[in-house]
């Protein structure tokens, strides 16, 4: 479920925790079956039942989010932008509370499908989740580099919003206002966070004056060239004019009125926010380090780190986990590296990748095109072969193309952003491509893999297309599931015959390795007190990741906890129940079958995947 602005900022977050909270709500496999075996017709009337119920709460669990319903494509609402106060998440807590009571009593477990079974366990862990982070809610970074609403309202506003009449051009403009008003709410919360002694890096306060600076420079304000909401207004409305569906006056009334959102609403909410952080900053930490050294640091990063890994591992655990990776993952690193004919050390080797200029594209508008097309040549590669491992496969359309402007960072981690589920829009693979020097060549197949097809557009797109689940499971989005499958993508594009060039075979490991990097750091940072500097050299020893990447990626554990242990954890429960189903079936064992059961129910927590599988397998070995 993307509530994307509520999450964000930190607030009731809607994905589950993993076995542990199955146990604390007693729901699960076993927790309500009764000893009478029903009838099948009583388990399709109750399941129905059960679907509908969850379809009117999908409706009621929209109308807290309009910016959701603009993200699958839906245009009422249009005109609003999400409520970011406290108030507001208090109600909508207190409406989980309610329809979750309102699940047990009034539904039979015992009388529901296996997959109805599911979506009542995910209901209640989405309610276990929201409650377990709810006491930390003024504990989290509500401004920094990576995200925040200063820098995703505006990108929400010129990517999704769809203007195809003068009234959604209208409601655009209205919007202008919200994203105004949303910010000082959002500015608001930091304001009680800092009251409470949460003070934000230096960087991540430098990135967020960077980003709305670059956001009220320009015409209609001051400065040279066009600010990016105003040029993206202009842009609206000339298409507008070019289609017939306003003439020029109205045109002219239209753009006044986005001229006067701009000048009257949304520019004093920016400058407030920078006044504010210009204020906030020499209140940041001498040295940058992690969330253990906030108050309440040791618990808000335990409730971190269940909600993004859906289990109950400890740092310790999964900062043991990372350190064996590393070293499993370097001895693979040393044989392609011999198998290169390179004479010298690891870490000789690893400066040679990281700084040889074969291996980047120039700093120049052509290196950044021939980037953006070697990204699109390796998935049209790979689409062709998705056949072979799938029975699933997405029909969204995916594009690939540069962030823009406005929220560009030199080095920042490429992303994805899903599509509509009735496809009028694409999937869309966004590069940070401001520093060329920061994008290695080596690393370029791997991550189109990852973000694309077999990776995020693929899960994204079949999560949304597949039927016969309630759309509230359609949207879920649990990061170990969506982020381990990407990871494990990455792998299994290498068995689909990709990675020809031993140097890009050299950069899947490069990723790999960095995400058991990701496990030791994380909880360094966050669990053993270590400093941005520390977590750099660490890096850098055990990688050959380019060094402005390196440091754009510690940043944004420093800013995320948690986040970035999801990807390995989650791909080594993938793998491990592929070669759990291996074993078991033997001969009989389908990758396209299992691949589909894995992505046929949407995002999971981990153990309700594995309870899946489990029962993929017992239906194979039934006679």
């Known amino acids: 479920m993307r509530l994307y602005l509520l999450a964000l900022i930190g607030s009731a977050a809607l994905a589950a925790c993993g076995q542990q909270v199955e146990e ?64 507001a998440e208090d109600l909508h807590l207190a409406w989980r509370r309610e329809n979750g009571q309102e699940l047990k009593e009034s539904f039979d477990y015992a009388l529901l499908t296996p997959e109805a079974k599911t979506s009542y366990d995910i209901w209640l862990y989405q309610l276990a989740q929201a409650e377990a982070s709810y006491p930390f809610r003024r504990r989290g970074y509500v401004f920094h580099q990576m995200r925040g609403v200063h820098s995703f309202l505006p990108n929400f506003l010129i990517n999704f919003h769809k203007v195809e009449t003068a009234d959604d051009m209208r409601a655009y403009i209205t919007r202008i206002s919200g994203v105004s008003r949303a910010l000082d709410q959002a500015l608001e919360l930091a304001q009680l966070a800092a009251a409470e002694g949460v003070h934000a890096p230096d960087f991540a306060y430098d990135g967020v004056l960077k980003q709305s600076r670059a956001l009220i420079a320009g015409a209609p304000f001051e400065g040279e060239g066009n600010a990016p909401l105003w040029a993206d207004a202009n842009s609206k409305i000339d298409a507008l004019l070019e289609s017939g569906a306003v003439e020029e006056e109205e045109a002219g009334a239209l753009r006044e009125a986005a001229r006067a959102a701009l000048v009257d609403a949304f520019k004093p909410s920016y400058d407030a926010l920078i006044a504010w952080v210009e204020e906030e900053r020499p209140n940041a930490p001498e040295i940058a380090t992690g969330v253990g050294s906030l108050p309440d640091g040791e618990a808000y990063y335990a409730e971190r780190l269940a909600f993004s890994t859906t289990t109950d591992m400890t740092p310790d655990e999964v900062h043991a986990l990372g350190l064996a990776e590393v070293a499993r993952i370097k001895g693979e690193m040393e044989a392609i590296k011999t198998k290169v004919g390179f004479d010298g050390t690891l870490d000789e080797f690893f400066s040679f990748v990281r700084e040889d200029e074969q291996f980047y594209y120039p700093n120049t508008d052509e290196g950044r095109d021939a980037y953006l097309q070697s990204a ?87 999560a949304q297309e597949v039927e016969g689940l309630p759309e509230f499971r359609n949207q879920a989005s649990f990061t170990a599931y969506g982020e381990g499958w990407a990871l494990y993508s990455e792998l299994l594009a290498k068995e689909m015959g990709a990675y020809e060039d031993p140097y890009s075979d050299f950069g899947r490991l490069t990723t790999e390795i960095w995400r058991a990097i990701r496990l030791v750091l994380d909880t360094g940072l966050h669990a053993k007190g270590w400093t941005q500097e520390q977590a750099v050299e660490y890096f850098i020893a055990n990688s050959p990741a380019a060094e402005g990447q390196i440091r754009s990626e510690v940043r944004r554990y420093i800013v995320m906890p948690g986040q970035a242990t999801s990807y390995k954890i989650g791909m080594l429960k993938i793998l491990e129940l592929r070669a759990k189903a291996q074993s078991e079936l033997g001969d009989d064992f389908d990758i396209r079958g299992f691949h589909d059961t894995v992505l046929g129910g949407g995002a999971l927590p981990l153990a309700v995947l594995e309870r899946r599988v489990d029962a993929w397998i017992a239906a194979q070995q039934a006679p």
Do not use: C
Request: no cysteine; net charge negative; aromatic share 8%.
């Open 376 to 462: 699109r040549d390796h998935l049209a590669f790979i689409k062709e072969r998705l056949p072979e491992k799938f029975g699933l496969l997405p029909k969204a359309d995916l594009i690939v193309k540069r962030v823009e402007a406005f929220r560009e960072r030199d080095g920042g981690a490429q992303h994805y952003f899903p599509g509509t589920p009735d496809g009028s829009r694409p999937g869309t693979f966004y590069a940070h491509l401001s520093d060329m020097s920061a994008m290695p060549k080596p690393q370029l197949e791997v991550i189109a893999y990852h973000e694309g097809n077999p990776g995020h557009h693929m899960q994204n797109s079949i």
């Open 24 to 87: 604390k709500q007693g729901v699960g496999p076993a927790a309500q079956e009764s000893a009478a075996t029903p009838s099948a017709e009583a388990i399709t009337a109750e399941t129905a039942r059960l679907n509908e119920w969850f379809a009117a709460r999908w409706e009621e669990e929209l109308d807290f989010s309009p910016v959701t319903k603009t993200f699958l494509g839906r245009k009422d609402d249009n005109d609003k932008i999400d409520d970011l106060s406290e108030a």
